[in-house]
Nanobody
Framework: QVQLRESGGGAVQTGESLRLSCAHS????????LAWFRQAPGKEREGVAA????????YYADSVKGRFTISHDLDKSELHLQLDNLKPEDTGMYYC??????????????????WGQGTQVSVSS
């Protein structure tokens, strides 16, 4: 049984940082894609970052390149997303996703088989 559990969200001000974590079980870091998505109120869920099975390469949405960093802790079976220099437009519910089906781009929501419940990030100006 696959389980994904996000944590680390919170309310911060512009320019501050957060570190999100996704504890996972039932997925394999060496064979399954892992990714972060976010959804702002009234908007579609969008891909933020993803990590190829085994850890390399990594992928980012243009809007977060240079500010967000995706990584994985193999010992703890945790996916992380470091969010630096946060902006109000980064506000949203952040979701962990796993197991990208063949033929889908990493940033395609419907391509993933498993999802966590999300953790809220709120950035005020």
């Amino acid at each position: 049984q696959v389980q994904l559990r996000e944590s680390g969200g919170g309310a911060v001000q512009t320019g501050e940082s957060l570190r999100l974590s996704c504890a996972h079980s039932g997925v394999s870091y060496t064979s399954d894609w892992l990714a972060w998505f976010r959804q702002a109120p009234g908007k579609e869920r969008e891909g933020v970052a993803a990590i190829y099975p085994g850890g390399d390469p990594t992928y980012y949405a243009d809007s977060v390149k240079g500010r967000f960093t995706i990584s994985h802790d193999l010992d703890k079976s945790e996916l992380h997303l470091q969010l630096d220099n946060l902006k109000p437009e980064d506000t949203g519910m952040y979701y962990c996703a796993a197991d990208l089906r063949s033929g889908y781009k990493w940033s395609t929501q419907r391509g993933y088989n498993y999802w966590g419940q999300g953790t809220q990030v709120s950035v005020s100006s």
